[in-house]
């Protein structure tokens, strides 16, 4: 393939990507929320379209997108892992746009979601999770 993105579907939904359609080639992995896509293109940046309220305005972290080589995404939130071990989310707080569990704790190695939390496996071979804690974003007993 040649990395382009087709979109089809109710635009509320993210069904419409015309709005970014020129920026979505060399793409090498998309993600959707519940009413949202993102995409990391081959130079690691991010294109997101949808819904804002469900992860489609990365405008507040849309700097620090940059060299992604994961990207992860709950119900209404994403989180890319770069390629320093770092992790940005973005999206709804509750459902894991807060990713300051992980503030000073580097080597990020995956990402997995829930409906409303993510889990990373840090370097170390730890966990660390966040998000709304009965969806599996408190991983203090583990």
Known sequence: GNGSVVTWGNPRYGGDS???QDRLKHVQQVQATDSAFAAVLM????VVWGDPLAGAD????????VNVRQLQATNFTFAA???????VAWGNP???GDCSALHGK???EQLQAT???FAAILSDGSVVAWG????????SLV
Request: glycine content about 16%; hydrophobic content about 30%; overall charge negative.
């Open 18 to 20: 015309s709005e970014v």
């Open 43 to 46: 130079d690691g940046s991010v």
């Open 94 to 96: 509750h459902d894991g």
């Open 132 to 139: 709304n804690p009965s969806e599996g974003g408190d991983a």
């Open 115 to 117: 409906r409303s939390a």
């Open 81 to 87: 892992i770069l390629s320093d071990g770092s992790v």
């Open 58 to 65: 990365s405008s507040k972290v849309q700097d620090q997108l």
């Open 106 to 108: 580097l080597g990020a």
